[in-house]
């Protein structure tokens, strides 16, 4: 798509009320159409028709505009260029690049997303005269030492191959193909709020692996699924997501700065260059885009920001790569859609939140998913959004909706975060909607047993979960000895295993393998107590052992060697036959 498809009309700004413009003048445009509004050519997007005079939102500042400004429409949609250039850059919500400051916060239209004064060296890969599809390969760019950039026939595009340009060096919108007369450049356009097309969509049974415990012993992602993060300040929600954008094992890493605080991000810009990918050694920010809409920049360019982010993410989902969308956080983005229909006079509904607000939320999430690509191969793209509940009320629309529509809910609990436990994953409030399915995939590596494993780690903690209340009225002495067993076990759990410190190197992630072998440890502890205590060894005896061995071992033991672990549940087991 280009993007300067449409008819160009003009017409005259009448009125001017915060982000919301009254345009006089033009007829036959359409709802989503995109205008440019006054000499800068400010951005702004169709909303609404009344009595012959079109509303639109705009997407930028707009101090300085007023009556009789020129406005001029080529009713298209709201449309960003797709091409190499894109890793390891920093854009805001309308993928305009943000490394000019203070010139990012000017409005206009002007500056390329992809750079026109930067070149990359194009590989063909096919002949002229032959016959090609939408997807098909056209040639290559080595856009970062991890990402191989594929320059793909766009959709809707299909016929016999013209000119292919020879192996060098062309800029974003050169042409280095004809296809059935149509010209393809390295970049191309797309509207962001349409969902790329796909050959099929495929069963979600592939695990992302994400080196966080919790997440991937209790609450397992599927490639191409989507899952929420609710949480309240202070509950260690953004260090949660920046570690899972670290350490999963994704292609291509699409961060979502949407309406955050500027000192956070601020963080996150300085932090993620210095961030080592660990498949390549050199910086994780060379397989990450970075989306970018701080609390002090318009606020309709936050709603925009997570439809531009996953229009990335499928782009390369198009490549045959795994994506994963991180969306910090979508409550910011619903309260820019509630503070502009307030302005437009819509009638609210549930806390002053546009009646769309779930069909939104719905239709962003619906858009993960793995496919079978246009061009045959298979790609994925998958939604982790965050969720800041005013109060840490869990009930408020944003959060009750999100947990309608996503497979797996990571709810972060204020306690565990004030008690120092991180990540502050509530085993209470959380599910997933995928670990059935993933229960296969671990089968075909290896690991037949990891559902057991899995399901006695959930009935442990969440019988403990039943006995705190009693433990408060009667104290954990008046308790049976097997109830004191099993509170043994879920501190073993929960202090051994699902506790996680981002700041140990050892620690910071954890392998399929060290996941194995704690769980395994702390079970074959707990079964040992368990066989004592039934041979009458008094619990009370058991209580004070130290058990501190077997809760550093998950700091001790590096992903790749859990030795520290084994070595860790034998001297705990020898303690325990001292005991008997």
């Known amino acids: 798509m280009s993007d300067a498809s449409g008819d160009r009309q003009e017409g005259a700004v009448v009125r001017v009320s915060g982000p919301l413009v009254e345009i006089a003048g033009l007829q036959g445009v359409s709802v989503g159409g995109v205008v440019e509004v006054g000499e800068r050519r400010a951005l702004g ?79 063909p890969e096919i002949e002229a005269g032959r016959q090609v599809e939408a997807g098909t390969c056209i040639g290559t760019i080595q856009e970062t030492e991890a990402i191989t950039h594929r320059i793909l026939v766009p959709p809707g595009m299909g016929g016999k191959a013209g000119d292919v340009a020879k192996a060098g060096k062309y800029g974003a919108e050169d042409v280095v193909a004809t296809v059935g007369g149509d010209d393809v450049t390295l970049s191309q356009w797309w509207p962001v709020r349409r969902p790329r097309p796909v050959r099929a969509r495929l069963r979600a049974d592939d695990a992302l692996r994400t080196g966080q415990r919790v997440v991937d012993l209790l609450y397992p992602l599927a490639r191409g699924s989507n899952a929420a993060v609710p949480g309240g300040f202070g509950t260690g929600k953004t260090i949660l997501l920046q570690q899972i954008a670290k350490w999963c094992d994704a292609d291509v890493i699409v961060y979502v700065g949407c309406g955050e605080r500027g000192n956070e991000m601020a963080d996150l810009l300085e932090d993620f260059p210095r961030l080592e990918d660990p498949r390549t050694g050199r910086s994780l920010l060379e397989r990450t885009v970075i989306i970018v809409n701080t609390s002090n920049m318009p606020i309709m ?24 969308v991180i969306a910090d956080s979508t409550s910011r983005w619903a309260q820019a859609l509630r503070e502009f229909t307030t302005r437009k006079g819509e009638l609210p509904a549930e806390e002053g939140y ?21 061009g045959g191969g298979e790609g994925s793209a998958t939604i982790i959004g965050a969720v800041s509940p005013p109060g840490g009320d869990k009930t408020e629309p944003v959060t009750s909706h999100s947990q309608r529509f996503v497979r797996c809910f990571w709810s972060l609990d204020p306690e ?89 190197d050892n620690d910071a992630y954890s392998s399929t393998g060290k996941n194995k072998a704690l769980v395994e440890a702390v079970l074959a502890v707990y079964d040992r107590i368990r066989e004592l205590v039934d041979q009458g060894v008094p619990v009370s005896m058991i209580e004070e052992l130290d058990f501190s061995p077997m809760l550093r071992a998950r700091e001790e033991a590096s992903p790749d060697d859990p030795s520290p672990i084994e070595e860790a549940r034998d001297a705990i087991l020898g303690q325990l036959e001292k005991a008997g």
């Not at 020129?70 to 449309?79: D, G, H, M, T």
């Not at 546009?354 to 496919?371: K, N, Q, T």
């Not at 705190?468 to 879920?490: K, N």
């Open 301 to 324: 360019a936050r709603e925009s920001s997570i439809y531009t982010g996953i229009t990335v993410a499928e782009y390369y989902r198009d490549m045959g790569y795994g994506t994963v």
């Open 354 to 374: 546009p009646a769309g607000l779930a069909s939104a939320l719905a239709d962003f999430y619906e858009r993960a998913g793995r496919v079978t690509t246009l």
């Open 45 to 123: 997007e169709i909303v609404a028709m009344e009595k012959g005079a079109a509303m639109a939102q705009m997407y930028e500042y707009t101090g300085g505009l007023g009556p009789g400004a020129k406005v001029r429409s080529e009713n298209r949609p709201l449309a960003v260029a797709l091409g190499p250039g894109l890793l390891g850059g920093i854009f805001d919500g309308l993928l305009r690049p943000l490394t000019e400051a203070p010139d990012f916060l000017a409005p206009g239209w002007g500056r390329p997303s992809l750079g026109k004064e930067r070149s990359w060296q194009f590989s």
């Open 416 to 504: 565990l975060a004030g008690a120092r436990h991180y990540p502050a994953v509530s085993w209470k409030q959380s599910f997933s909607q995928d670990a059935e399915a993933l229960a296969g995939w671990h089968t075909d590596q290896g690991d037949p047993e990891w559902p057991k494993r899995r399901a006695r780690l959930m009935h442990l903690l969440g019988e403990a979960d039943q006995l705190q209340s009693m433990v408060q009225l009667v104290g954990r002495q008046a308790l049976p000895d097997d109830e004191r067993v099993t509170l043994i076990g879920a501190r073993l759990i929960r202090e051994g295993i699902l506790q996680q410190n981002a700041l140990n």
